[in-house]
């Protein structure tokens, strides 16, 4: 054996072997307690107020219960790359910044219970490509903002319990490939968008337990064309359901308890799934009907289907569809079959029946006897089992898409390899596969038929690779493609119509990260009639046709955030009657006029204005049906009326630098009546720079019915000399001063609007007053 042969093998185990030594000798901070042998450092309840800095590299546990860390700042365990279980409990910790826990590659668990957590931004866990379990009960987070999750596609557990919840958005969980268990209970959970829970290819376990206070009206849920493979115990829970859909899915079994805890369940449809069987479901005792049509349900009547065909019949329970086979029986419909025709023959006296017994003998109870279950290619991971098909072969070094996968695969990783342009005819042999993944593969051309043969294909990502152009055909034989991921490329144009015809039942389609400078021409939208999600944000878009989207009809969801718009697109707007979420943060828009959202005035939920050097800004148009407004960041000193934006829940006012005179007073009731949590600080007069509006005292304005804020109100900004001083007097601003320069005498009447046509006889003597105050200081 050569010497360096030798030294490779007996490496490793020298390192295990000194890995104690070293942390015994190494540094442990002097509040904690430090376990060498274990590699484990303990720093509970020591009241500290950061990441101990002089803790050794090498080490497997940390934890920082009970602690006052606060903010959680970039970088912060970059020192400790080897934790593999982090404990943050009750560390009364209130935001996390983007990249914290950047470095921690080897992490699989990390506790935030207990904290004071509002918001998730985006990429809070970029770095943690290990994590298994993530722990976030008992915080008060009311805010998933997308990517917040998208770095985690190792996490099989994530607790969100004891939160703040109400809204849960389109794609929330984006990026959770393996995600199985997701505790939602103990929220106020009111509103859950169409795809919420879309990309959880792996979830078994959903609870929504004691949400119900705010679910109340809540009877229909329709979780249609997500594909789940698989439902088990107590995945439903939701005590006022009567209707549930889960049809055009990928479900294979339905556990007998899979709706126990929804008990006034009526009506189930699960239509066009792959289910070759039902067993008798335990716990909606109200059931009336189950919906089994579709092609791709492939029902055998046989004796495996007697005991739901019994319980249907004793419970009333009407059962749609038709029997898939035997021969004798296919196409008959499931209510009309008799109990005595479900049966499984056998062999007799070592004799074989007739024909038929060859079709009946095979009981199809499980739903992947699979032909080709043991074959895998080379360097890939294949986990096929009733509950999952999925294949792996991330970050292989695989030049060429490989061969010879299961035919029953539903997800296929290829994910970080090195493909540079997909053939046609690629994915051959795998129709049933339902999620493609080929983010960072350094694609840069796609050629025409790649995907045929992909009957199932409702995902496709092709994220972050080097596609500056698509064929016309890039996408035929994908007719099923419902979210298209194509962000973070080199695409200077929309696609085509030619290209997007192929895939015409399209839901979302991402463009996130690209060249694109135009939207234009006309109807670009025409061959994806249900589009209901269009990305485009951080491209270079500055010039929109007013008929780009015409027509939109469907499109619920429009990010154009990060582009180089100067205006809002106004008529571009008008053709999305149903527009719910609209970005446009981070745009060169100094200005909105009062027209620009009437005509999503009725319809939009969520607005994001932040980021933009807005200087005024006009919201005539929207009512209240709006949730949600973010202007932080901007350069607003006064705001326009709020009072008609009865439903918003969600108001950010942060880094805009506020006049806090008597006009804000109706901002601050309006605070105070509403229950919002709003974050807002002065920015003038100069004496309150940085104070919070919520504790600036308004005392000394008028006890009066304040004036609504509109943007002709206004004040002189008060002079930035620490010898002056503002007087608020029923909104008049008056200067008083040391210098010996005389300030003109008030002729004229105060730039106040009034709330009548005529000022009343108080307002007049308290003019009078200050005035007469006035001429003695001259």
Request: hydrophobic residues 35%; glycine residues 6%.
């Amino acid at each position: 054996m050569h010497l360096v042969e030798f030294v490779a093998i007996l490496w490793p185990t020298t390192v295990l072997l000194l890995l104690p030594a070293v942390t015994q000798c190494g540094k442990c901070p002097r509040v904690c307690i430090c376990d060498s042998k274990t590699l484990t450092v303990s720093c509970t309840g020591k009241n500290l107020t950061q990441v101990p800095a002089t803790i050794d590299e090498v080490l497997f546990t940390l934890d920082l219960k009970r602690n006052n860390l606060g903010e959680l700042a970039r970088g912060e365990f970059t020192h400790t790359p080897y934790l593999t279980h982090l404990g943050l409990k009750g560390c009364r910790i209130n935001s996390i910044q983007e990249g914290t826990f950047r470095g921690l590659a080897r992490l699989v668990q990390l506790d935030l219970t207990n904290n004071n957590i509002e918001i998730l931004p985006q990429e809070s866990f970029d770095g943690l490509s290990s994590l298994k379990q993530l722990l976030l009960d008992r915080n008060r987070i009311d805010e998933i903002r997308p990517g917040a999750f998208s770095q985690l596609g190792s996490l099989n557990l994530l607790s969100l319990t004891h939160n703040q919840l109400t809204y849960i958005p389109n794609m929330a969980f984006q990026g959770l490939l393996n995600l199985q268990s997701l505790p939602l209970n103990h929220n106020s959970l009111n509103n859950l968008e169409t795809e919420a829970f879309a990309s959880l290819l792996s979830l078994t376990h959903l609870s929504l337990s004691h949400n119900e206070l705010q679910l109340v009206g809540l009877t229909h849920l329709d979780l249609s064309f997500n594909p789940m493979t698989f439902l088990g115990e107590m995945s439903v829970s939701m005590p006022k359901l009567t209707h549930l859909s889960m049809a055009h899915m990928a479900l294979q079994d339905v556990s007998a308890a899979a709706l126990s805890l929804s008990p006034h369940l009526s009506c189930l449809d699960l239509s066009h799934n792959q289910l070759h069987y039902l067993q008798p479901l335990i716990g909606p005792g109200q059931l009336q009907s189950i919906n089994l049509t579709g092609n791709t349900n492939p029902v055998w009547c046989t004796c495996v289907l007697l005991d739901l065909h019994v319980w249907a019949r004793d419970g009333g329970v009407k059962l749609q569809g038709n029997c898939a086979g035997p021969p004798h029986l296919s196409d008959e419909p499931l209510e009309g079959v008799l109990e005595q025709d479900l049966r499984c023959r056998r062999r007799v006296g070592g004799l074989k029946e007739e024909e038929e017994e060859e079709e009946e003998e095979e009981r199809t109870v499980t739903t992947t006897e699979l032909k080709s279950k043991d074959n895998c290619p080379e360097n890939c991971r294949c986990e096929v089992s009733p509950e999952a098909q999925h294949v792996s072969c991330e970050d292989r070094g695989h030049t060429k898409v490989p061969r010879g996968f299961p035919n029953s695969t539903h997800l296929l990783d290829l994910r970080s390899n090195h493909f540079h342009y997909l053939p046609g005819n690629s994915f051959r042999g795998i129709p049933e596969v339902v999620s493609l993944h080929l983010d960072g593969c350094k694609v840069h051309e796609v050629e025409a038929g790649a995907f045929r043969g992909l009957k199932g294909l409702m995902y496709l990502y092709l994220s972050n690779n080097e596609i500056s152009s698509l064929d016309k055909e890039a996408f035929a034989g994908a007719q099923q493609l419902m979210y298209l991921h194509l962000d973070g490329n080199k695409l200077t144009h929309f696609p085509s119509e030619a290209t997007l015809s192929h895939i015409p039942k399209l839901l979302e389609v991402h463009l996130e990260r690209n060249l694109i400078t135009k939207l234009e021409p006309a109807g670009l939208l025409q061959p994806i009639p249900m589009l209901r999600g269009l990305y485009l944000t951080n491209n270079s878009i500055s010039t929109v046709s007013a008929k780009a989207l015409d027509p939109a009809t469907n499109l619920e969801i429009l990010h154009l955030g990060a582009n180089q718009l100067t205006d809002v697109p106004r008529e571009l707007l008008g053709h999305a009657p149903l527009l719910a979420e609209l970005h446009l943060s981070r745009n060169p828009i100094r200005w909105i006029g009062p027209k620009a959202f009437q005509a999503v005035g009725r319809s939009l939920k969520h607005l994001y204005l932040d980021g933009q050097g807005l200087k005024k800004e006009a919201l005539a148009g929207l009512g209240s049906s709006l949730q949600s407004l973010a202007l932080e960041d901007n350069q607003l000193e006064q705001l326009p009326d709020l009072s008609h934006l009865t439903g918003l829940q969600h108001l950010t006012l942060d880094h805009n630098p506020l006049m806090c005179d008597c006009n804000l007073l109706p901002l601050r009731r309006w605070m105070e009546q509403a229950g919002l949590n709003v974050s807002a600080t002065c920015g003038y007069p100069a004496e309150l720079r940085g104070q919070s509006v919520r504790e600036v005292d308004f005392k000394n304005c008028s006890t009066e019915k304040p004036h609504v804020i509109t943007n002709s109100t206004s004040l002189t900004k008060t002079s930035k000399s620490s010898k002056s001083k503002l007087t608020l007097l029923n909104g008049v601003t008056t200067k008083r001063s040391n210098t010996k320069s005389k300030p003109k005498p008030a002729k004229t009447k105060p730039r106040v609007k009034p709330s009548v046509a005529e000022p009343n006889r108080p307002l007049k003597s308290a003019l009078k007053t200050a005035q007469r105050k006035s001429k003695k200081i001259q």
